[in-house]
C-alpha cells in the first residue's frame, strides 16, 4: 500500500523543513522530498516529529496508578511500593492485562509516544504454575498493541530468583518465575504471539541482577542472539548495597565483568553509578533507559543525565509503571530533576542549542537504538511513525522551529498532539485515540471488577 | 441571588459527604447540610473539592512560556532567564498584559486553582515613566480577573532599587520601580480598580530583600494595615550570598530582623533556608509560598516540605512564573521533588495518611491564609469556590475517597477537572472554560504581534 503525505513542516535528520512529501510503502519511508508536490497527497498541518519510541513499560502497573499513593505505617520507599504492585497483579488474568495494557497504549500515543518496549514478566497463572497456551499473557500484550496501533518490541523477562543468594522467590513474585527451559520456550512463543502486530519485535530481558544469575545472564545473551537486551540495574541504593555484599562490585561493574555489554543493550535506570561506571556506559554504546517521572515518584533517585551527555552516551525514556503518561512529562522531569540537583537550567542541552530540541533528539536516537526497530526519524527504510502537533495550541502560538519544541515539553503539560500515526496508519485523531471510547470502556470495566 | 447545590460527593473539613446540600448566598456558602434535599436543587456528579488558591502568580509570564528553555552561551541560572523575561516585558502594553493575565488565569480555573494572588510588578510605561492612570496595569490585571471568574488577590509589587547596597535599577526594571509616595498612591489606586471584581481584595509585596531596604519593609507594613504582605526569599543561592556580604544576614534572617513576619505574611519560595530559619516561619504562622514547577524550571532547588510540615508550618502553591498552570503539576512537583532528595516516597504525609489528601488539605489552609480571603474550604462563611473532578476520568475509576485524591493528582498530568464554580458561579464546564474561545483569540493575536 503506497500514501502520500504532505507535512506543513516536519523535522528531519537535516532540520525542520516545510511542505515536505514523503512517500509511504507499507508502513515505510520510501521517499522524502521536499516541495516536490504530488497527486493526491494528504496534507498535515502542524509541525510533525518523528515518533518517539518507549522504552520501557510495565503496562498492566497503568491499573493500579495512584493507588500505592497513600504513606505506609513506616517509611515508605521503592520497596513498599513494590508490596503495593505485587498484590495489585495477584490475580489479573490475561483479559484484564490485554484491557489495561490497550488503555496504557491508548494513552502513550496520545501522548506523542509510537513504539513501546514492554519489559514483560506476568507470565503465569495466579499460581504460579504456566498457562497452558505458555504465552497467553505475551499473546494478550499482542494484542493490546495490535488493537491501538502501537509498535511493539516485547521483551519476555528472565526471573529466577527473589534477590542476590540466590533468596527464594517470594509469594508475590511466584507468576514471574521461569527456569532457563521454560523460559527459552516461552521466548519462542512469546515471538510467534507477535507475528500478526505489524512490525513488531522482540528481545529478552534478564529482570536485574539480583533476579538473575551471571550463568543467566550469558543464557540470556544467547537467546536475544543479536536482538534487544534490556536489563533493570542500579535503580535503588538498597541493590547497589546488596550486590557489593554479594561479590564486592556494584551492579554496573557486575554487569560488564559478566556481559559483553554493547549497542544492543539498554541499561534500564542506572542511577546510582560512579562517574566511572557511566563513562563505561557511554562508551559502550548501551542505551541508558531512563524513566524519569516513575523515578521521581518511585523515590529512586536523580540520573547525572548532563554527565551522561557530554560523554556522548546514548539514552530514551519510558514509561515504566505508567502512573503518568506523555513524552512531555518524562523528558520535562528528566530535565527538571537536573536542574533541581545542579542549580542551573539547561542541563540538556549544549551552549546555545534549544533545550528541548536536544532532549527531544536524543530520546528518538535512544529509543530506537533500545527498541530494536528502524524507526526515530524521517528518513526513507524508518517506519512512518509521525506525531504532528497541534499548531493552534496556545502553548505554541507564534512559535517556530525549535521553540515549538521547547514550549511543547515545558509550557503544556502534555504534548499538544494532534495526529498520530504509525506506520503509516492514523491512530491519533485531534488528540484523541480513534478506539478510545471503546477501549476506555473495557478499562473500566475491568478496573471495576478488580479494586470493588 | 440564592443558589443550592446537590453534590453527589464533596469533600468538607468533616471529611468526604454523599448528597450535600450547599446554599450560596451572593457567593458565599451560607448552610451545608447532608442529605436533605432541597427543592430547585442543582445536582453535580462527581467528586467536588474546594477550589485550590494560587498564591504566586506572574500572569503576563504565561506570555513567555518556553521561550527561555534555549540554554544561554554560558551556564545557564536564573539570571539568565530573568534576562530573557526582562527583555520580553519591554513592549507589553495593558491591552498585552489583560490578554495574557485572561489566558493564564481561564487555564488556572481549568487547571483547578479558583483564585489568585498576582504579585504585580510591571507598573510603568515602556520608559518608565507611569502611564497617565498610575493603575492602568493593574485595571488590566483586574479585568482580566472579571472576565474569567477567578478570584483575585492583588499584591502591588514596591521594588526601590536594582540590588543589595543599594544598586540602581537596570533598564530591565525601569518599569517596575516606584518611589513610597508613588507607591502609596498605585496602592490606592490599585485597590479602586479592583472594586468591581467579586469579592476581591488586595495586599501589599515588597519585592524581595534585594529591592527593598529595610525602611521600605516597614513602609510597606504600615501600608498592608493587616492585610497579605507577599515577599520574595531566598529563591537563589546567590541572594543568601549577598544577602549575608551586604549585611552579614541569611535573608530569612533579615526578614525577621526588620520585620513582624506572622501569619499574614507570605514568604515566596524560601528554598534555601537553615533548619532554624524554616522552624522560625513555621512558629510565626507565615505561610510558604512555594511554586514548585517555576522553581523546578528556573532551577532554584528543592524546599525542604517534608521538614517544613512536621513543624506544622503553613504551605501553599502558586504558579510563578505560569511556565505551566495546574494545580496537579505542583502538588506532584512539589512531592516529587521531596521523593528525589530524599530517596523515600510519600515525604508530605504522616504514616498511614494519602499524599494526595494532605498536599492538598495544606495547600488548601496555607492558600487561603496567603490570599487573605475567605476561602479554601466548603463550609458557612468562605466563598463558593468549587472543583468537580470528572468521576468517568479513567485515571479515577473505580476510586474512592482519599484514593480519588491520590490519582487526580499523580496518575493523570493535569487535575480531571469537569466543572469549576467560583463565588457559585460556574466558569469551567466539561473541562473547559466559558470563555476559553474569545480569550484564546484574543491572547493569539496579542503573541503573535510580540513575537513576530
Known sequence: MTQTLHFAEALTPEGFQRDLFVRVEDGVIAEVGAGRPQAGAERIAGLTLPGMPNLHSHAFQRGMAGLGERRG?????????REVMYRFLDRLTPEDVQAIAAQAYAEMLEGGFTAVAEFHYLHHDVDGRPYGDLAAMARAIAEAAKETGVGLTLLPVLYRQGGFG?????????????????????????????????DATWGVAPHSLRAVTPEDLAFAEDLAAGRP????????????ADSLAHNGLRPVEALFESASVNARWCLIHATHLTHAERDRIAASGAVAGLCPVT????????????HFRERGGFFGVGSDSNVEIGVAQELRMLEYSQRLRDRRRGRMADAGASVGRALYDNALAGGAR???RSIGAIAVGRRADFVTLDANHLALVARSGDAVIDSALFASSALPVSEVRVGGRCVVKNGRHIAKETVAKRFAAVMRALLD
Open 73 to 81: 505505617a513506616g517509611d515508605d520507599s521503592f520497596w513498599t511500593w
Open 166 to 198: 540466590p533468596q527464594p522467590p517470594t509469594q508475590g513474585q511466584r507468576r514471574f518465575i521461569c527456569d532457563r527451559d521454560r523460559f527459552a520456550r516461552l521466548v519462542e512463543e512469546s515471538a510467534r504471539a507477535i507475528a500478526d502486530v505489524p
Open 229 to 240: 537486551i534490556h536489563i533493570h540495574v542500579a535503580e535503588q541504593e538498597k541493590e547497589v
Open 295 to 306: 523515578e521521581a515518584n518511585l523515590g529512586d533517585g536523580i540520573f547525572d543525565g548532563a
Open 370 to 372: 533500545a527498541c530494536g
